[in-house]
T-cell receptor
């Protein structure tokens, strides 16, 4: 069975600085997708970035980028120029072709002004 | 373009009762997935509906059942409620296909269920 592990329950970053959130996963499949979701206090789960396992190039979305290490089964999220609005719970998620998302336990990110 | 909507926003029920939660998918989407998120935890997959049939199911008891209507909206029913069913219930919609790969899942704001 696939599993997703986020080992950092809480992280803190100074406004305008860079922070990296860690995620590891376990799977025997070769074709899958990885995601980072953001869940602010409003509870709405928002997709931040996605990575297809077959792509070697790391995904980037504006200030958000990932470091995808397929052999190590590692998928970290880097947030550059952190903003107060980035404060939220961040979830790493895995999905195979079937559509079921498997989430990690989450990392609560706080941003200090 | 309306996103995923869920109703009600909050719900309080007593142990042993039954509850029905509703979800309307994003326009153009035909697949609905349901997740349970306990406080301080990541969401757990309950089941997924496509073409009015349950396509995948997570590790949840038969007390949890669902339905998808011809307009792609969906209901989640939970019977014989337990205290442990208290959670945020999230609905996500996506564009499925007859094949294996499904599109991105867009989440609704959730329904907060409290069982007393």
């Amino acid at each position: 069975a696939q599993t997703v592990t986020q080992s950092q329950p809480e992280m803190s970053v100074q406004e305008a600085e860079t922070v990296t959130l860690s995620c590891t996963y376990d799977t025997s499949e070769s074709d899958y997708y990885l995601f980072w979701y953001k869940q602010p206090p409003s509870r709405q789960m928002i997709l931040v970035i996605r990575q297809e396992a077959y792509k070697q190039q790391n995904a980037t979305e504006n200030r958000f980028s990932v470091n995808f290490q397929k052999a190590a089964k590692s998928f970290s999220l880097k947030i550059s120029d952190s903003q107060l609005g980035d404060a939220a719970m961040y979830f790493c998620a895995y999905r195979s072709g079937g559509g079921k998302l498997i989430f990690g336990q989450g990392t609560e990110l706080s941003v200090k002004p | 373009d309306a996103g995923v909507t869920q109703s009600p926003t909050h719900l309080i029920k007593t142990r042993g009762q039954q509850v029905t939660l509703r979800c309307s998918p994003k326009s153009g989407h035909d697949t609905v997935s349901w997740y349970q998120q306990a406080l301080g935890q990541g969401p757990q997959f309950i089941f997924q509906y496509y073409e009015e049939e349950e396509r995948q199911r997570g590790n949840f008891p038969d007390r949890f059942s669902g339905h998808q209507f011809p307009n792609y909206s969906s209901e989640l029913n939970v019977n014989a409620l337990l205290l442990g069913d208290s959670a945020l219930y999230l609905c996500a919609s996506s564009l499925g296909s007859a094949g294996v790969t499904f599109g991105e899942q867009y989440f609704g704001p959730g329904t907060r269920l409290t069982v007393t």
